[in-house]
């Protein structure tokens, strides 16, 4: 097939992904294009079958050059890609069974807000502080990159700061209000999180932005920058508040973890775990565990006691605290959800039953 056909092959897809508000567009060989439409995929049985054919050149029309070789060299690669100035994609290209093939995740050109993602307002109190670090966390798919976005731009459109942001790939472009902004995407501007984190400090940052901290050396900076006079916002694939401050103190050595405790302690200001439930009407909705560091959860990390940290979120709701459970009990109670979609993302089930007695 010509290249302008292939091009608009491509275009009429992603258009399609647009128009029909899917999240994800998937490109396989042996399937049908696939979208996912308020978490279910959707196959588009109206188009061909892939071929080995489709999914290589529409791959083609993706990458440029520099990017073709970096993909055929490493096999798999992950890149940001325009269309047509109106919509914006986070793509994976990566083989399987030998075939190339192509995730697409659907950004919007409009930065939402917390209440247009119908997120607790006191989401926009860790926005007001000059230092510390806030941990956006969740599965895959569940909306951390958008959330970040949208306290972003509560900074943008409030403070006189300069914020840097390091993302692999870009994903939001923000228009620059009252805030100095650079984005810098991994592979393009960096060659990784850590390596720009190591000269971010002589770029007189306010606010830094990391897409995900990936690895110790990427932590261990964050921790260090909220520290010393940065407000940080990152993001972790973990299921809960605890877990992630799990996560973060296993993935240093063992001689160092005490340490950590007390400087996780310090610099933490909260933690907001999300996930999108399907709604009944359709759509997706969030639900939302947000963790304030007040001194209470500050004592329980230095004092390794993280199992306890659950009870203290349960406990303070007047803080501004809300455990996941308790969150997807109030939207089945508010007849947004179903239970069975509530009893599917909760924590724990016999705790959701019990809240719904209540």
């Known amino acids: 097939m010509p290249e302008i056909s292939r091009k608009y092959q491509l275009e009429d897809l992603l258009t399609l992904c647009a128009e029909q508000e899917a999240s994800d567009l998937h490109l396989v060989v042996g399937?049908?294009?696939?979208?996912?439409?308020?978490?279910?995929?959707?196959?588009?049985?109206?188009?061909?079958?892939?071929?080995?054919?489709?999914?290589?050149e529409l791959a083609q029309i993706i990458l440029d050059e520099a990017q073709y070789e970096i993909f055929k060299k490493n096999l798999e690669i992950d890149l940001s890609y325009d269309f047509k100035g109106k919509a914006r994609f986070r793509v994976n290209i990566y083989r399987e069974r030998g075939y190339v093939a192509i995730a697409l995740r659907y950004i919007s050109k409009k930065i939402r807000t917390l209440e247009d993602l119908n997120l607790p307002p006191t989401l926009a109190d860790f926005t007001r502080y000059s230092q510390g670090l806030v941990l956006v966390v969740g599965p895959t798919g569940h909306g951390k990159s958008t959330t970040?976005?949208?306290?972003?731009?509560?900074?943008?459109?409030?403070?006189?700061?300069?914020?840097?942001?390091?993302?692999?790939?870009?994903?939001?472009?923000?228009?620059?209000?009252?805030?100095?902004?650079?984005?810098?995407?991994?592979?393009?501007?960096?060659?990784?999180?850590?390596?720009?984190l190591k000269h971010i400090f002589r770029q007189d940052p306010d606010v830094i932005m990391i897409g995900e901290m990936r690895d110790l050396e990427t932590i261990s900076i964050a921790l260090t920058a909220a520290e010393t006079g940065h407000l940080v916002f990152t993001t972790l694939h973990t299921n809960s508040a605890a877990q992630t401050i799990d996560r973060i103190i296993d993935s240093f050595p063992g001689h160092q973890q005490s340490q950590v405790r007390t400087q996780l302690a310090g610099a933490l200001l909260g933690i907001i775990s999300q996930r999108l439930i399907p709604k009944v009407d359709g759509g997706l909705i969030p639900a939302v565990e947000i963790l304030v560091a007040n001194p209470a959860?500050?004592?329980?990390?230095?004092?390794?006691?993280?199992?306890?940290?659950?009870?203290?979120?349960?406990?303070?709701?007047?803080?501004?605290?809300?455990s996941l459970d308790k969150s997807l009990a109030n939207l089945i109670k508010a007849g947004k959800i179903t239970l069975e979609n509530g009893e599917m993302y909760a924590l724990n089930r016999k705790n959701l039953k019990t809240l719904l007695q209540t």
């Open 31 to 56: 399937k049908n294009p696939t979208l996912r439409i308020d978490g279910t995929l959707v196959p588009l049985v109206k188009k061909d079958v892939l071929s080995p054919r489709d999914t290589e």
């Open 148 to 196: 970040l976005a949208a306290l972003i731009d509560i900074i943008n459109n409030t403070r006189n700061d300069h914020i840097i942001t390091i993302e692999d790939p870009i994903e939001y472009l923000f228009e620059q209000n009252r805030c100095l902004i650079n984005q810098r995407e991994v592979n393009q501007d960096t060659k990784s999180f850590s390596a720009a």
């Open 297 to 322: 959860i500050k004592n329980l990390i230095r004092e390794g006691k993280t199992h306890e940290i659950d009870l203290v979120i349960s406990t303070s709701s007047a803080e501004g605290m809300i």
